[in-house]
Structure formats: structure tokens, C-alpha cells
T-cell receptor, first 112, second 111 residues
């Protein structure tokens, strides 16, 4: 069966520090991968998605970047965090683009 | 940009009652999906309904889609305390824009 791992669950970082969140998927090949951000009590905002290794699409201009170094690995990064980067970050995968997404358990990022 | 809007924003019912949540959207869609999120957790996919479908069932869940009114509803029958969660609709537009989530309905089922 397929599983998705996302870590860490909670992260507290100072403003200006770097960020690296990792997401891996097991049990499937060539998944479509997504990074979302969710503000408290709000819906999801798509940050990046990838349909294959090295293929990254950015949905909104921001202080973040994404990479897909391996087929089932998706990394969200920042060189210098801003206060506005705080939020709940969710990784997800799907077989068909934008259909039936499977989500990780999320990372609560607090930038102080 | 937000496409789907859920209504109501919050709903509180007693165990055993039915819960109905609505989602309205603005443009033509290929499909509409409903997801559930327990507090502090990831989302779980519930049902996908395509634009040429009018109704789908899954266990205690019933989803309807009215493309003429650009709206969908999610009905949870015989609710349980464990159904307490936020429920989101998400739409895949025919324009090719990526899946867009609404703001969600917070459902509380009181034992």
C-alpha cells in the first residue's frame, strides 16, 4: 500500500534562518507531488506541484522553493524565512493530476 | 484564487442527526471533490464527483452536484461524534487551473 511521510511535525525557526521540509512517498511510482500551505482556520493554498523528477511548477511568487531530486521525494526550502512564512504545510501526492490527493500529516511551522 | 465557498462556515449538531454542507463555485469544472480534515492533521479524500454526474454515495456520505447552479452538497447521515472535523470542497476547473480548495465547514457532532 502507498504511504506518504512528512516531517517534522512541528518546527519553530527564527526569522532569517533556512528551511528544509521533506516529503517522501512509498509504494507508487511517478506520483504527482504537491506542497500546500494552510493558514489557521482557512483553506489550502497550492505552493508547488511536480509531475516528474526535476519538474517543478510554482503557483505563487514567494520566499520558498521546491525540488524533486528523486521520483518519490519532494523538498520545500527557503534560504531566509520571513514571519509571513508561518503556517501549516502539507505535502500530497496523486496518481492523476488534481484527482484524489493523499495528504501527509503536515508540518506546523512557526517563524519567530 | 478561491473557487469553492462552503456554507455554513460552522455547523453544530447532535449525534444521530444528519449534517448538510454546501459548496458553491464560480466557473466550469471537470470535477468536484470533498475532503475531511481532523484538527492539526492532513486532509483525507472522501468523494470525487465529475461534471457529468449528479449524485454519488459512499457509506453514510451522499454528494450531489448541480452544474447549472454551480453548487454541490455533502450530506452525512446518522452523524457520529467521530465525524467532527473540517470539510472542504475542491474544484478542478476546465480552464486548466490547479485544484482549488474552499475555506471549509467546521462540523461539530455533540455526543
Amino acid at each position: 500500500s502507498q504511504t506518504i511521510h512528512q516531517w517534522p511535525a512541528t518546527l519553530v525557526q527564527p526569522v532569517g534562518s533556512p528551511l528544509s521540509l521533506e516529503c517522501t512517498v512509498e509504494g507508487t511510482s511517478n506520483p504527482n507531488l504537491y506542497w500546500y500551505r494552510q493558514a489557521a482556520g482557512r483553506g489550502l493554498q497550492l505552493l508547488f506541484y511536480s509531475v516528474g523528477i526535476g519538474q517543478i511548477s510554482s503557483e505563487v511568487p514567494q520566499n520558498l522553493s521546491a525540488s524533486r531530486p528523486q521520483d518519490r521525494q519532494f523538498i520545500l526550502s527557503s534560504k531566509k524565512l520571513l514571519l509571513s512564512d508561518s503556517g501549516f504545510y502539507l505535502c500530497a501526492w496523486s496518481v492523476v493530476v488534481d484527482e484524489k490527493l493523499f495528504f501527509g500529516s503536515g508540518t506546523q511551522l512557526s517563524v519567530l | 484564487s478561491q473557487q469553492g465557498e462552503e456554507d455554513p462556515q460552522a455547523l453544530s449538531i447532535q449525534e444521530g442527526e444528519n449534517a448538510t454542507m454546501n459548496c458553491s463555485y464560480k466557473t466550469s469544472i471537470n470535477n468536484l471533490q470533498w475532503y475531511r480534515q481532523n484538527s492539526g492533521r492532513g486532509l483525507v479524500h472522501l468523494i470525487l464527483i465529475r461534471s457529468n454526474e449528479r449524485e454519488k454515495h459512499s457509506g453514510r456520505l451522499r454528494v450531489t452536484l448541480d452544474t447549472s447552479k454551480k453548487s454541490s452538497s455533502l450530506l452525512i447521515t446518522a452523524s457520529r461524534a467521530a465525524d467532527t472535523a473540517s470539510y472542504f470542497c475542491a474544484t478542478e476547473e476546465t480552464s486548466g487551473s490547479r485544484l482549488t480548495f474552499g475555506e471549509g465547514t467546521q462540523l461539530t457532532v455533540n455526543p
